[in-house]
């Protein structure tokens, strides 16, 4: 995570860019508790290529994103560049669906658009059925579960240091 603030920010880091990176290692645990948060995620092939913080850092953080598509709260899906043009591609988007405490009400839903100094929340309903149907054509468009797995540790494999390109690579 450190890594993605160094190479990608365009001023000097600061302490609260530290504490950004501090705060989501730490947030890490929400994906692994015994009450862990679903999450189906639909990585792009240029995020699996894109080189951020050298080969060591890539090839650990993609080995370690194919470890955390193991566990049954996780579901990771790639969309190499061979994939159909999903429409959605371009535009990165979080959307949440928080289920209802009551028996009654219906599920709170709603969007999260990141840019580059801020993000926007869309709650309105026509906005949440346009990126519905966004999530849905790249879902369609990606590689499935295990497919997206072999596809991590390939890309793990392509950086790897050229020093150890001789080494077999588990996984």
Not at 90 to 102: D, H, L, N, T, W
Request: one cysteine or more.
């Amino acid at each position: 995570m450190g890594a993605l603030f160094r190479d990608g920010m365009l001023h000097s880091i600061d302490e609260s860019t530290e504490a950004a990176v501090l705060a989501g290692l730490e947030r890490r645990h929400i994906l692994t508790d015994g009450e862990a948060a679903e999450v189906t995620a639909v990585l792009s092939g240029s995020c699996l290529r894109r080189q951020v913080g050298g080969p060591e850092v890539m090839r650990d953080q993609l080995r370690h994103l194919a470890l955390l598509s193991e566990q049954p709260n996780i579901c990771l899906h790639a969309a190499p560049f061979s994939c159909r043009t999903a429409a959605g591609l371009p535009y990165p988007f979080v959307r949440f669906r928080v289920p209802s405490i009551g028996t009654k009400a219906p599920p709170l839903e709603f969007v999260f658009v990141e840019q580059y100094h801020n993000g926007d929340y869309l709650d309105g309903p026509n906005e949440v059925a346009e990126y519905s149907e966004l999530w849905h054509g790249l879902l369609g468009a990606a590689l499935d579960p295990t497919e997206s797995r072999e596809l991590l540790h390939r890309a793990a494999v392509e950086h790897r240091p050229a020093s150890a390109m001789t080494e077999p690579l588990s996984h």
